[in-house]
Protein backbone atom coordinates (compact mmCIF):
# COMPACT_ATOMS: atom_id res chain seq x y z
CA UNK A 1 0.00 0.00 0.00
CA UNK A 2 1.50 3.88 -1.06
CA UNK A 3 2.24 5.65 2.06
CA UNK A 4 1.28 8.98 0.62
CA UNK A 5 -0.28 9.00 -2.68
CA UNK A 6 -0.77 12.10 -4.74
CA UNK A 7 -2.69 13.06 -8.44
CA UNK A 8 -2.00 13.84 -10.46
CA UNK A 9 1.57 12.55 -11.28
CA UNK A 10 1.01 15.12 -14.62
CA UNK A 11 -1.10 18.55 -14.75
CA UNK A 12 -0.44 20.65 -17.48
CA UNK A 13 -1.89 23.83 -17.62
CA UNK A 14 -2.02 27.78 -19.02
CA UNK A 15 -1.25 30.18 -17.06
CA UNK A 16 -4.72 32.15 -15.43
CA UNK A 17 -6.56 28.73 -14.42
CA UNK A 18 -7.59 27.36 -11.31
CA UNK A 19 -6.16 24.11 -10.37
CA UNK A 20 -6.14 21.68 -7.40
CA UNK A 21 -3.49 18.79 -6.37
CA UNK A 22 -4.64 16.20 -3.88
CA UNK A 23 -2.63 14.60 -0.79
CA UNK A 24 -3.48 11.27 1.09
CA UNK A 25 -1.68 9.70 3.32
CA UNK A 26 -2.59 6.10 5.30
CA UNK A 27 -0.15 6.44 8.07
CA UNK A 28 -2.71 7.48 11.13
CA UNK A 29 -0.14 10.96 10.99
CA UNK A 30 -1.29 13.93 12.58
CA UNK A 31 0.95 16.22 10.48
CA UNK A 32 1.11 16.97 6.71
CA UNK A 33 2.60 19.25 4.31
CA UNK A 34 3.19 20.76 0.90
CA UNK A 35 7.03 21.18 -0.80
CA UNK A 36 7.97 23.13 -3.46
CA UNK A 37 11.26 21.53 -5.56
CA UNK A 38 12.02 23.67 -8.60
CA UNK A 39 13.77 22.77 -12.27
CA UNK A 40 17.63 22.96 -9.99
CA UNK A 41 16.23 20.91 -7.89
CA UNK A 42 16.07 23.20 -4.83
CA UNK A 43 13.21 22.04 -1.63
CA UNK A 44 11.25 25.06 -0.18
CA UNK A 45 9.01 24.04 2.09
CA UNK A 46 5.52 25.56 1.72
CA UNK A 47 3.16 25.07 4.17
CA UNK A 48 2.65 22.42 7.84
CA UNK A 49 -0.87 20.97 8.41
CA UNK A 50 -1.03 19.70 12.16
CA UNK A 51 -4.47 18.67 13.37
CA UNK A 52 -6.83 21.63 12.34
CA UNK A 53 -4.03 23.77 12.60
CA UNK A 54 -2.20 25.48 9.56
CA UNK A 55 1.31 26.71 9.57
CA UNK A 56 2.05 29.11 6.33
CA UNK A 57 5.38 29.86 5.27
CA UNK A 58 5.58 33.72 4.87
CA UNK A 59 7.32 33.48 1.26
CA UNK A 60 4.39 31.35 0.09
CA UNK A 61 2.10 33.68 -2.39
CA UNK A 62 -1.95 33.96 -1.37
CA UNK A 63 -2.32 32.66 -4.44
CA UNK A 64 -1.67 29.01 -2.68
CA UNK A 65 -4.03 27.81 -0.39
CA UNK A 66 -4.20 24.31 1.59
CA UNK A 67 -7.66 22.71 2.39
CA UNK A 68 -7.55 19.94 4.23
CA UNK A 69 -10.53 17.80 4.58
CA UNK A 70 -9.66 15.75 7.33
CA UNK A 71 -6.40 14.38 8.91
CA UNK A 72 -5.57 11.74 5.77
CA UNK A 73 -5.88 14.40 3.53
CA UNK A 74 -4.58 17.56 2.50
CA UNK A 75 -5.32 19.55 -0.59
CA UNK A 76 -3.10 22.41 -2.38
CA UNK A 77 -5.51 24.70 -4.40
CA UNK A 78 -3.65 26.84 -6.93
CA UNK A 79 -5.34 30.62 -8.29
CA UNK A 80 -4.28 31.85 -11.22
CA UNK A 81 -1.54 29.78 -12.18
CA UNK A 82 1.97 31.57 -13.23
CA UNK A 83 4.73 30.04 -15.63
CA UNK A 84 6.97 30.55 -12.34
CA UNK A 85 4.36 28.04 -10.59
CA UNK A 86 5.85 25.28 -12.83
CA UNK A 87 7.28 23.07 -10.48
CA UNK A 88 7.27 19.63 -8.73
CA UNK A 89 4.91 19.58 -5.50
CA UNK A 90 5.44 17.21 -2.95
CA UNK A 91 3.68 16.12 -0.64
CA UNK A 92 4.24 14.67 3.07
CA UNK A 93 3.72 13.73 6.56
CA UNK A 94 5.00 13.21 10.02
CA UNK A 95 3.64 11.39 12.65
CA UNK A 96 3.73 14.93 14.74
CA UNK A 97 5.30 17.83 15.00
CA UNK A 98 8.71 16.78 16.91
CA UNK A 99 11.40 17.35 15.20
CA UNK A 100 12.89 14.17 15.30
CA UNK A 101 10.43 12.47 13.40
CA UNK A 102 10.96 11.73 9.71
CA UNK A 103 8.77 12.64 7.03
CA UNK A 104 7.31 10.28 4.15
CA UNK A 105 7.45 12.11 1.02
CA UNK A 106 4.74 11.37 -1.82
CA UNK A 107 5.81 10.51 -5.32
CA UNK A 108 5.59 14.06 -6.67
CA UNK A 109 3.34 16.22 -9.08
CA UNK A 110 5.02 17.66 -11.76
CA UNK A 111 2.92 21.27 -12.84
CA UNK A 112 3.95 22.48 -15.93
CA UNK A 113 2.15 26.30 -16.35
CA UNK A 114 2.03 27.15 -20.42
CA UNK B 1 17.29 31.59 10.05
CA UNK B 2 18.19 28.11 8.96
CA UNK B 3 20.25 26.60 6.44
CA UNK B 4 22.06 23.78 5.03
CA UNK B 5 24.63 23.57 2.82
CA UNK B 6 26.33 20.90 1.04
CA UNK B 7 28.73 20.42 -1.89
CA UNK B 8 27.56 20.59 -5.37
CA UNK B 9 27.68 18.11 -7.81
CA UNK B 10 27.69 16.05 -9.42
CA UNK B 11 29.89 13.58 -7.98
CA UNK B 12 30.83 11.11 -10.62
CA UNK B 13 32.56 7.88 -9.08
CA UNK B 14 33.01 4.67 -9.81
CA UNK B 15 31.36 1.06 -8.79
CA UNK B 16 33.04 0.15 -5.03
CA UNK B 17 34.45 3.70 -4.73
CA UNK B 18 34.49 5.57 -1.55
CA UNK B 19 31.59 8.30 -1.28
CA UNK B 20 31.74 11.65 1.32
CA UNK B 21 29.13 14.17 0.75
CA UNK B 22 29.42 17.41 2.83
CA UNK B 23 26.94 18.95 5.07
CA UNK B 24 26.99 21.71 7.51
CA UNK B 25 24.25 23.37 8.65
CA UNK B 26 23.01 26.58 10.78
CA UNK B 27 20.49 26.58 13.27
CA UNK B 28 19.75 28.52 15.85
CA UNK B 29 18.23 25.61 18.25
CA UNK B 30 19.06 21.81 18.42
CA UNK B 31 17.88 20.60 14.89
CA UNK B 32 17.51 16.85 13.78
CA UNK B 33 18.97 15.78 10.92
CA UNK B 34 18.34 14.37 8.26
CA UNK B 35 19.57 12.58 4.50
CA UNK B 36 17.23 12.01 1.96
CA UNK B 37 17.56 10.29 -1.06
CA UNK B 38 15.39 11.14 -4.60
CA UNK B 39 15.75 8.46 -7.02
CA UNK B 40 15.09 9.76 -10.61
CA UNK B 41 11.60 10.11 -11.39
CA UNK B 42 10.46 9.50 -7.92
CA UNK B 43 9.85 11.06 -4.62
CA UNK B 44 12.32 11.42 -1.36
CA UNK B 45 12.87 8.56 0.37
CA UNK B 46 14.49 9.15 4.30
CA UNK B 47 18.08 7.70 4.10
CA UNK B 48 19.01 8.00 7.41
CA UNK B 49 18.61 10.15 10.56
CA UNK B 50 20.13 11.74 13.94
CA UNK B 51 18.44 13.54 16.71
CA UNK B 52 21.10 14.37 19.05
CA UNK B 53 24.84 15.33 18.82
CA UNK B 54 27.32 12.51 18.16
CA UNK B 55 24.81 10.46 17.19
CA UNK B 56 25.43 8.40 13.88
CA UNK B 57 22.71 7.28 11.55
CA UNK B 58 23.21 4.66 9.18
CA UNK B 59 21.22 2.81 6.79
CA UNK B 60 21.91 0.08 3.44
CA UNK B 61 25.91 1.21 3.97
CA UNK B 62 25.71 4.50 4.57
CA UNK B 63 27.03 6.68 7.86
CA UNK B 64 26.36 10.27 8.63
CA UNK B 65 27.78 11.92 12.28
CA UNK B 66 26.44 14.78 14.20
CA UNK B 67 28.72 16.73 14.83
CA UNK B 68 27.79 20.10 16.56
CA UNK B 69 31.11 21.42 17.04
CA UNK B 70 31.42 21.76 13.43
CA UNK B 71 27.90 21.75 12.56
CA UNK B 72 28.29 19.31 10.24
CA UNK B 73 26.43 16.23 9.33
CA UNK B 74 28.68 13.96 5.95
CA UNK B 75 27.52 11.30 4.29
CA UNK B 76 29.88 8.65 3.38
CA UNK B 77 29.62 4.80 2.20
CA UNK B 78 32.66 2.84 2.07
CA UNK B 79 31.79 1.03 -1.54
CA UNK B 80 29.01 2.69 -4.06
CA UNK B 81 26.98 0.75 -6.38
CA UNK B 82 25.34 1.81 -9.89
CA UNK B 83 22.19 1.26 -7.82
CA UNK B 84 23.22 4.35 -5.72
CA UNK B 85 22.97 6.70 -8.00
CA UNK B 86 20.63 9.46 -7.12
CA UNK B 87 20.20 13.13 -5.84
CA UNK B 88 20.89 13.15 -1.95
CA UNK B 89 19.61 16.03 0.08
CA UNK B 90 20.79 17.00 3.67
CA UNK B 91 18.27 18.43 5.41
CA UNK B 92 17.55 19.53 9.40
CA UNK B 93 14.10 19.94 11.37
CA UNK B 94 14.74 22.54 14.12
CA UNK B 95 12.35 23.50 16.73
CA UNK B 96 10.17 25.74 14.55
CA UNK B 97 6.42 26.07 14.70
CA UNK B 98 4.97 23.49 12.03
CA UNK B 99 8.52 21.39 11.86
CA UNK B 100 9.45 21.97 8.74
CA UNK B 101 12.64 21.12 7.10
CA UNK B 102 15.14 23.28 5.18
CA UNK B 103 16.86 21.55 2.66
CA UNK B 104 20.07 21.70 1.57
CA UNK B 105 20.58 22.12 -2.80
CA UNK B 106 21.13 18.31 -3.64
CA UNK B 107 23.78 16.47 -4.53
CA UNK B 108 23.65 14.71 -7.82
CA UNK B 109 26.03 11.24 -7.81
CA UNK B 110 26.41 9.13 -10.69
CA UNK B 111 28.17 5.64 -10.03
CA UNK B 112 29.64 4.39 -13.04
CA UNK B 113 29.96 0.25 -13.56
Known amino acids: DTAVSQTPKYLVTQMGNDKSIKCEQN?????MYWYKQDSKKFLKIMFSYNNKELIINETVPNRFSPKSPDKAHLNLHINSLELGDSAVYFC?????????????FGPGTRLTVT | GDSVTQMEGPVTLSEEAFLTINCTYTATGYPSLFWYVQYPGEGLQLLLK?????DKGSNKGFEATYRKETTSFHLEKGSVQVSDSAVYFCALSDNNAGNMLTFGGGTRLMVKP
Open chain 1, 92 to 104: ASSQDLHRSYEQY
Open chain 1, 27 to 31: LGHDT
Open chain 2, 50 to 54: ATKAD
